[in-house]
């Protein structure tokens, strides 16, 4: 099994019509078939919530913990935060 068919079945299995799965997933293989594809392991949408939350929060341990990332790297996000003030 590759990605795109775990792909299909995750599409399926949450009400998509199997049909409409089907042309999504071709239209990804035409698009990137034969490609090295980059996953990240999370969404850009985790950093923008880790800067929505240190905009309200200092604690970093706590935040930390919440996102599910090191201390570190939302030590390192606040730092830019304060840069780009």
Known sequence: MDVIDRI???LV??????ANAEKITNS???EYGGEM?????RSHLYKEAI???LRT???FKL???EHR??????RRMAKKLRRSK
């Open 8 to 10: 299909s079945e995750i």
């Open 13 to 18: 299995e949450n009400g998509v019509l199997p």
């Open 28 to 30: 990804v293989r035409h």
């Open 37 to 41: 594809v980059y996953v990240p392991k």
């Open 51 to 53: 800067m929505r939350d």
């Open 57 to 59: 929060s200092g604690n």
């Open 63 to 65: 935040l930390a913990k």
């Open 69 to 74: 990332v090191h201390y570190n790297t939302v």
